[in-house]
């Protein structure tokens, strides 16, 4: 079925109750008809929407039956639509589970490689990131910090010059890039500590210190999960 502007509002719209938490997992969502009337839009159009969100797994829809609200798990997490909405609002304590979860398991590990790796160039990259970050602070610009944040870390992935790793590196970002949006101070004035936790591991990479890069690095993500999370998840300890 041909997406048009009106269907692709109108996913925009329920996709946003999803993630919200309007709709909760495994909960029946009301019938087109219905969805029809509230949004006061053609049962063709939410047909479409209905068959867009189920094909980025967060809605499953069975044959003259209601659809149901997918569990989170089963959700495309590499769309760049399902991503970009669910960064509009704070995240489930679960989904926070989630990602920093992969931030442990990944970036700790890609620091590491990094310091071993790193050509002048990937020196100059990662520190033009942090350089931007630290504009952004004194400049008091949320997103200019946001930018320069997301430019760091995707050049320390490339600076680990491993090919599977860069492989899954639009995967890495945008993980990453939702973490951010859940675990960043919305004054920026309050994100020198962030700033010097960033430029430490900068400074590990550059000393080839990789055992110190790793550190560094996981230190990071950790004082970025407890600022949402009341107390370390199990995973914390078995993630070395």
Same mark, same amino acid.
């Given at each position: ?12 719209? !329920? ?45 499953? !829809? ?57 050509? +002048?160039?990937?020196?100059?990259? !990662?520190?033009? +990131? ?17 930018? +320069? ?19 899954? +590196? ?71």
């Amino acid at each position: 079925m041909k997406t048009t502007p009106v269907s692709k509002a109108l996913t925009e719209e !329920i996709a946003y109750l999803i993630v919200s938490g309007h709709y909760g997992s495994d909960e029946q969502i009301p019938g087109e008809n219905e969805i029809a009337r509230h949004f006061d839009k053609s049962r063709t159009s939410v047909r479409s929407a209905l068959q867009s969100l189920a094909s980025k797994g967060m809605i499953i !829809i069975q044959a003259k039956k209601r659809s149901t609200i997918a569990p989170v798990e089963q959700w495309n997490w590499l769309d760049s639509d399902v991503l970009r909405w669910t960064s509009q609002v704070k995240s489930s304590d679960k989904v926070l589970r989630h990602l920093i979860a992969t931030r442990l398991i990944f970036e700790p590990n890609i620091a590491g490689l990094a310091a071993l790796n790193a050509t +002048g160039k990937d020196l100059a990259d !990662i520190e033009a +990131g942090y350089e931007i970050m630290r504009d952004a602070k004194a400049e008091m610009n949320r997103e200019k910090f946001n930018q +320069g944040d997301i430019q760091f870390h995707n050049a320390i992935i490339h600076a680990s010059h491993n090919p599977f790793l860069l492989a899954l +590196g639009n995967m890495l970002a945008a993980t990453m890039e939702l973490s951010f949006a859940n675990t960043l101070e919305d004054d920026v004035s309050l994100s020198g500590p962030a700033l010097q936790e960033h430029w430490e591991v900068l400074d590990a990479i550059r000393m080839r210190d990789a055992i110190s890069a790793r550190s560094r690095m996981r230190d990071m993500v950790l004082a970025s999960m407890r600022k949402v999370l009341p107390e370390d998840p199990d995973f914390v300890s078995l993630i070395r």
